[in-house]
């Protein structure tokens, strides 16, 4: 991905107990990354909440 992308991530949220879907932005705080107990992980722009997120686990991405 590169800077200014645009996409969606869907995944299961557990503060919400549910699956969500959250429409992003590539910046340049954004990474993924495994963690060191061997999670997936996805850091991202929400473009609503105007703010960074992370999403773990087995998570979706779609271009826009």
């Given at each position: 991905m590169k800077i200014g992308d645009r996409f969606v991530i869907r995944y299961f949220a557990k503060k919400?107990?549910?699956f969500i879907?959250?429409?992003a932005e590539w910046t340049a705080?954004?990474?993924e990354w495994v963690s060191k107990k061997g999670?997936?992980?996805c850091?991202?722009?929400d473009i609503f909440a105007k703010a960074p997120r992370?999403?773990?686990g087995?998570?979706?991405i779609?271009?826009?």
């Amino acid at each position: 991905m590169k800077i200014g992308d645009r996409f969606v991530i869907r995944y299961f949220a557990k503060k919400h107990n549910k699956f969500i879907a959250r429409e992003a932005e590539w910046t340049a705080d954004c990474r993924e990354w495994v963690s060191k107990k061997g999670v997936k992980c996805c850091c991202y722009f929400d473009i609503f909440a105007k703010a960074p997120r992370t999403a773990t686990g087995n998570y979706k991405i779609s271009w826009v």
